[in-house]
């Protein structure tokens, strides 16, 4: 067993070390550091997004996201127009997001905003999103959720026509990602059915 003092290394019960014990442990102590260290700043690029129409929105790193397959979908009469429906994920009951009508009430403003182009074909998606702020949530979405490297992307702060859930955008050469405060669109889908 050993303790570190100010960079020295001391085994437990003896006073003296050898210079060459206390190099190699401290360097391999170091490469360790440095290995967590890059291990932490690749897992910083690499993000997950799910896609609706032409758009793709970012998820923060702290939501946990479930693809869930939904046999029995409830449809509720006098419910807002987002919502197709509420469903029991073990015994939890979630309402059901439809966000191409989100999207189409939220980027009515922005010009040349495509909506209706569905990248997924025919299919509908249903993620179960879980934020520690609201209680958990089915998002129903047109292609399951892709990773991606973000270190070639550059961001910006996003056009004021978008909605304010939008925190940045995201392009690169081909594409281009929203960054989703996802706490604001959840409070958003809450002042949409009032």
């Known amino acids: 067993m050993h303790t570190v003092e100010k ?3 001391i085994e437990k ?3 003296e070390s050898k210079s060459s014990d206390i190099n190699s442990y401290t360097s391999i102590l170091n490469l360790a550091i440095d290995s967590n260290k890059q291990k932490k700043a690749t897992h910083k690029i690499n993000r997950f997004f799910y896609s609706v129409g ?3 929105f ?3 790193q ?8 939904l046999s029995a979908i409830n449809n509720i009469p006098h419910t807002p127009e987002w919502c197709t ?3 029991s994920v073990r015994g939890v009951i979630m309402p059901i997001v439809n966000m191409r009508l989100i999207l189409k009430n939220e980027f009515k403003k922005v010009k040349n905003k495509n909506i209706d182009n569905n990248k997924g074909g025919n299919k509908t998606y249903y993620l179960m999103v ?3 702020q609201h209680a958990p949530i089915i998002l129903q979405i047109d292609a399951l959720p892709e990773m991606i490297n973000i270190k070639d992307f550059t ?3 996003p056009l004021k026509s978008l909605p304010n859930w939008i925190e940045k955008t995201w392009k690169n050469t081909t594409s281009k990602l929203f960054e989703v405060n996802h706490d604001k669109l959840f409070n958003t889908i809450k002042n949409i059915s009032n």
């Open 85 to 87: 429906g509420i469903v």
């Open 58 to 60: 970012l998820f923060e």
């Open 62 to 69: 702290s939501l946990k996201v479930e693809n869930v397959s």
């Open 7 to 9: 960079n020295n290394v």
């Open 13 to 15: 019960g003896k006073l």
């Open 130 to 132: 879980e934020h520690k």
């Open 155 to 157: 961001y910006s702060k």
């Open 54 to 56: 032409e758009h793709s």
